[in-house]
Nanobody, 126 residues
Framework: QVQLVESGGGLVQPGGSLRLSCAASGSIFSINVMGWYRQAPGKKRELVASITSGGSSNYADSVKGRFTISRDNTKNTVYLQMNSLKPEDTAVYYC????????????????????WGQGTLGTVSS
């Protein structure tokens, strides 16, 4: 019913920046919450940032002041601007969408489950 595709990962030096994008496609009417999670080698997946359809955002303490999450509801796309990157930011970053409502053939319906992207690798190394 929905596909999430992340892009924008890559290799940067410490102090550099990356901008991640996640586009949701399908018969989507609205998405309540979109967020970014990450999983570093040997660690559990953790929430990095989330944002509601109304623009309220939340950040992990480790990225506050450095990362900015935003979204374009008309495009069903969420972004993560990552500045002042540190080696410990190295991880696979996953896009998440929760509270989805679909519309197709004159019918609206709400999803019982959230959706995940395939992940994009961000590497911070000198």
């Amino acid at each position: 019913q929905v596909q999430l595709v992340e892009s924008g990962g890559g290799l940067v030096q410490p102090g550099g920046s990356l901008r991640l994008s996640c586009a949701a496609s399908g018969s989507i009417f609205s998405i309540n919450v979109m967020g970014w999670y990450r999983q570093a080698p040997g660690k559990k997946r953790e929430l990095v940032a989330s944002i509601t359809s109304g623009g309220s955002s939340n950040y992990a303490d480790s990225v506050k002041g450095r990362f900015t999450i935003s979204r374009d509801n008309t495009k069903n796309t969420v972004y993560l601007q990552m500045n002042s990157l540190k080696p410990e930011d190295t991880a696979v970053y996953y896009c998440n969408a929760d509270g989805l409502t679909y519309y197709s053939g004159g019918v609206y319906w709400a999803s019982r489950s959230d959706a995940w992207g395939q992940g994009t690798l961000g590497t911070v190394s000198s």
